[in-house]
């Protein structure tokens, strides 16, 4: 059998859609290995016969002076030379051609891997490798020298492959923290996919969170408790392999690759000692913004199985319930908005929070004085837990009780980087009788003597050895680890010791893709913070390695980074693009787009327009804003309360029953276990050793280093500032994406759904991104819209659209050589490019611009061809209206919503939901049928404007300002044609609680307005 036939089927069987974003391991026992053999013909006994004979064929054992992988090596160089090539043209990459050969070490790697084998030794796999290649003992140092020299350069070309697909089909597995060379093959043998999926219940029952960094001393210690555990999840096989010394430190490897893949609980977990107490709910914390207010929302998930719509009941005081469906939180949960479902804030984070769903399950959250909220990037919010967690940065909610804010103070100045902020009752939401602690980061324990004796503060002892996170920067969005390169990133090593360490960055040389070390910080005195992008030398793609100080200091921990921007010659914008335009066939063509091979008349892409000017008529509108004039209408039924814990409550008493873990003999060599409360599940930490027996004058054994702890100052993480441009710049390099991945950016500059929609509606109106729509109107994708160059009302130019570093910079460059001044329009919240001083005849004189992205008079020429908004309305498609007990109803004379209990007038309702909310347009037409139409709010308040001759829009030909009610933007492009008179978005004037579109010309305003009101 040739061996390139094995290497195809192997790709092609291992490495495909369906493993999206999960970690793919070499597994024999995979069902992938059965389906390759196959395709190559051979039955399952013959296999590694045959697939050894293949990899032996071209080896190079009697060759003297050879490399025993020299033609490997050849074929390693010629992939990354091909690969080069397609990266550079936007064609596909093809798999690296050396699958069969990683193949054959697993399967070498899984003949000494099995529990039933005792070590796991490199001697051992070197054996087992050579046996199955007939190596004869003559050959074996020359051939083992060979492949320390050139196996990792293989596991990398394998990830740099799957990485250039994004992800798409797999994520590399291949991961040796202590042990190089052997440690990649039996990273892919040593746990089978069973225990792999068994290391999901480690995760859960020792409390880890869904993107937590991690460092291997503390998993070690996880896995080391958890194993020896009686009652956890641990399975037999788990147990049996961790018990070999040998396998540890690679298991540790293994379960610190799976964490990084973690989603969170998948459902409700039925083993476990932690798992005694009833299934708990946890408390969430989100910023909100409420017109020109920002303020903190409370939340709750349950991560017990439960669904998105799910409906539950809540119990209420006095026996009152509230019936409630749960909505999406995050990627992986499900929960509700506290405020939102009408529950009182305070009771329900002080109180027995007990929810029922339909299957008759009880759902708990146990109420405490302080409570710790790190926060999760699976659900972009604060997360409630047992503890909190070394260099990632939390909120800490405290009871304001005479002493207990003190306590707390002193804890965080001792352990935390300085310059946390505290916010009191009143404040930004934050509720009665409580405190909030804002952007709280640990940077190592704090001393005993603060959290000794009080329960309130155990919490505050973090799993922590020493280990590093990335702070501050951008994040991109994807399955793959990447930042921008716009914004500084610091890494942030927080330390339980004082203890020296060295912080090395090891990048691939790009021949050879063989690793290349740099000490970027020797003998670096932790806890620390090092400022990552003052030691880069133009690297991009590098690992970070965490090392003990000294030349044999072992690595503590690795992270990996990978930065990008727009000025990289990468194609991934292309393989995104599906080339969005709106369709004029659409009726609501103005307010979504499609993909441009589903559209029968394509007429919109950011500035390109292929339309017909549709004429309207002049039609009166108001000067001054009206709606500021009217009163605003407001009512709010009675909260439901949540009743206090009872008198008998461990709450109340104190007497907590902790259940710790009991081992199945031994000591696990962790310095600490912890132990939870059957009935409230609270966490404390305890020693795993006694240092003196009680029954015995003896001492009892404990294997982990005693650590004595000298305290030095603590240093201050940077915030990162220039969001903006970096978010700009992130999405020209990502060209498009879904609704999900746009969250993970917008997220990171505010957490707030509002925030997000109003983002996108921004980004649409700049003429940045073109937005794709459900029949729902809800944003399903999203994709940087066609390159543009659009004239301003006063004559300037704006760049818009698709403007990546690499086009941009050459453009400006040479306006700059034609005297042009280049002026940023507002950097700080759009940052985007205005030149001022040339014409259009200039302008397409230029060598660097294409005459089809030129549109003079921009706004207007759009604001030409748009329909009226009438006819958008015309085109939703009516719906049953839904029944709710309550509605919003928006006065559009006083621009503000009030309560109603029926849906009976034409105009806007609002159904609220935990953290959304749906709008129903109804005419006298729906309310005769019963019916009414989905519509975003924007569009929704306009037309509800429109149906009762009420205009939300004022123009003043002396200002030559637009204004609508803050809240009622303009809908959808013609949003983009008030923007695109002066680049800017709209500002917001408080005293009139208005949106003002500045340097709109009276042509252009009597057009759009004639749109917005016929």
Not at 20 to 43: H, P, Q, S, T
Not at 502 to 524: F, G, I, N
Not at 843 to 849: G, K, Q
Not at 933 to 945: F, I, T
């Amino acid at each position: 059998m040739e061996y390139e036939q094995w290497n195809s089927a192997l790709a092609r069987s291992y490495f495909m859609p369906e493993r999206a974003g999960n970690l793919v391991y070499l597994d024999r026992d995979d069902v992938a290995f059965v389906e390759a053999c196959r395709i190559v013909g051979v039955n399952d006994e013959d296999a590694d016969r045959s697939l050894a004979a293949a990899v032996a064929s071209k080896l190079k054992i009697k060759s003297s002076g050879r490399s025993a992988f020299a033609e490997y090596d050849l074929d390693t160089r010629r992939w990354i030379r091909r690969r080069r090539i397609a990266v550079r043209e936007g064609t596909a990459v093809s798999a690296p051609p050396l699958v069969a050969l990683l193949m054959l070490f697993s399967i070498a790697a899984e003949r000494i891997g099995g529990p039933s084998v005792e070590g796991n030794t490199e001697q051992g796999f070197y054996s087992s490798l050579e046996n199955l290649l007939g190596i004869s003992q003559a050959d074996t140092a020359r051939f083992r020298a060979s492949f320390r020299d050139s196996s990792e350069a293989y596991w990398e070309a394998l990830s740099v492959w799957l990485e250039d697909n994004r992800g798409e089909l797999g994520i590399p597995s291949a991961y040796a923290l202590m042990h190089r060379y052997v440690g990649l093959p039996i990273s892919q043998a040593l746990v089978r996919g069973r225990e792999r999926k068994n290391l999901g219940k480690l995760f859960e029952e020792q409390g880890f969170h869904s993107g937590m960094t991690v460092a291997p001393m503390d998993m070690y210690g996880a896995i080391d408790v958890w194993v020896a555990t009686e009652r956890s999840a641990a399975n037999t096989a788990m147990r049996k392999i961790w018990a070999r010394e040998g396998n540890r430190d690679r298991i540790v490897d293994i379960a610190l690759a799976e964490l990084s893949a973690w989603e969170g609980p998948k459902g409700p977990s039925d083993v476990g000692f932690v798992q005694s107490a009833p299934e708990r709910l946890l408390l969430t914390m989100r910023d909100f913004r409420a017109g020109l207010k920002k303020e903190m929302r409370f939340g709750v998930m349950a991560l017990s199985g439960l669904q998105p719509g799910d409906p539950v009941v809540i119990l209420g005081d006095d026996g009152e319930q509230l019936a409630v469906d749960l909505e999406q939180v995050g990627t992986s949960a499900a929960g509700f908005d506290i405020k939102r479902v009408g529950l009182d804030v305070g009771s329900a984070i002080g109180g027995d929070l007990k929810v029922r769903t339909n299957e008759g399950r009880m759902l708990r959250r146990f109420p405490g004085r302080v409570i710790i909220l790190p926060h999760d990037p699976m659900s972009a919010s604060y997360v409630e837990s047992t503890r909190v967690i070394a260099a990632t940065k939390s909120r800490i909610l405290v009871k304001d009780e005479p002493g207990l804010l003190d306590k707390v103070l002193s804890v965080v100045d001792d352990a935390a980087q300085p310059g946390y902020t505290v916010i009191r009752a009143g404040q930004g939401g934050v509720p009665t009788g409580w405190v909030v602690l804002n952007d709280v980061l640990f940077l190592r324990a704090p001393r005993d003597e603060l959290t000794s004796g009080a329960q309130d503060l155990s919490g505050f002892q973090p799993r922590l050895s020493t280990q590093m996170s990335i702070t501050g920067g951008l994040k991109l969005p994807g399955r793959l680890p990447r930042w921008s390169s716009r914004l500084p990133l610091d890494i942030a090593i927080a330390s339980e010791t004082d203890k020296k360490i060295d912080l090395v960055m090891e990048t691939r040389d790009p021949a050879t893709l063989q690793v290349v070390p740099r000490t970027l910080v020797a003998s670096l005195q932790i806890p620390a913070v090092v400022p990552l992008n003052g030691h880069l030398q133009g690297e991009t793609d590098f690992t970070l390695v965490l090392r003990e100080a000294g030349k044999n200091g072992r690595n503590l921990q690795t992270l990996s980074v990978k930065l990008r921007d727009s000025s990289m010659d990468t194609h991934e914008v292309a393989r995104a693009f599906r080339s969005l335009t709106h369709d004029l066939h659409d009726p609501l063509w103005p307010l979504r787009s499609v993909p441009s091979a589903e559209a029968e008349h394509p007429c919109v892409d950011g500035l390109g327009i292929n339309a017909p000017v549709i004429p309207v008529p002049d039609v009166p509108f108001p000067v001054k804003p009206t709606w500021n004039r009217a009163p605003r209408m407001r009512m709010r039924g009675k909260p439901l309360r949540i009743p206090e814990p009872g008198a008998k409550s461990c709450l109340v008493t104190g007497a907590h029953k902790i259940q710790l873990p009991t081992f199945d003999g031994g000591f696990p060599k962790t310095r600490w276990m912890y132990g939870h409360c059957s009935e409230c599940g609270l966490s404390k930490r305890f020693p795993t050793y006694v240092p003196r027996s009680t029954r015995r004058n003896e001492t009892l054994p404990y294997t982990g280093e005693a650590v004595e702890v000298t305290r030095t100052p603590l240093p201050t993480v940077r915030d990162s500032d220039g969001h903006w441009p970096a978010l700009i710049d992130a999405l020209y390099y990502l060209g498009a994406g879904t609704r999900t991945e746009f969250s993970v950016l917008a997220r990171q500059i505010e957490d707030s759904a509002i925030f997000e929609r109003e983002l996108f509606n921004s980004l649409e109106a700049l003429g940045i991104l073109e937005l794709q729509r459900d029949a729902k109107m809800g944003v399903t994708h999203w994709e940087v819209a066609a390159t543009g160059i659009g004239e301003l009302t006063d004559g300037s130019w704006l760049l818009t659209g698709y403007w990546p570093l690499l086009a941009a910079e050459p453009l400006v460059e040479e306006l700059e050589e034609h005297g042009v001044d280049i002026v940023p329009v507002a950097p700080e919240r759009q940052s985007m490019i205005k030149a001022r001083g040339i014409d259009e005849e200039g302008i397409l004189a230029l060598d660097t611009v294409e005459d089809e992205v030129v549109l003079s008079s921009a706004a207007l020429a759009l604001a030409q061809v748009l329909p009226t908004l009438s006819s958008v309305g015309a085109g939703l498609t009516p719906q049953e209206m839904p029944f709710a007990p309550a509605y919003e109803y928006f006065d559009v004379r006083s621009a503000s919503w009030y309560d109603v209990e029926l849906a009976s007038l034409p105009g806007l309702y609002r159904v609220s939901q935990s953290y959304s909310a749906k709008y129903f347009f109804r005419t006298n037409e729906h309310l005769m049928k019963g019916t009414s139409v989905l519509v975003p709010v924007e569009l929704g308040k306009h037309l509800a404007a429109l149906a009762l001759d009420t205009p939300l829009i004022a123009y003043d030909p002396v200002t030559t300002e637009l204004r609508v009610p803050l809240g009622a933007d303009l809908p959808g492009l013609y949003a983009r044609v008030a923007t695109l008179c002066s680049g800017d978005l709209p500002g917001r004037d408080p005293a009139s609680r208005s949106l003002v579109y500045s340097n709109v010309s009276a042509e252009t305003a009597s057009t759009l307005i004639g749109k917005v009101l016929f």
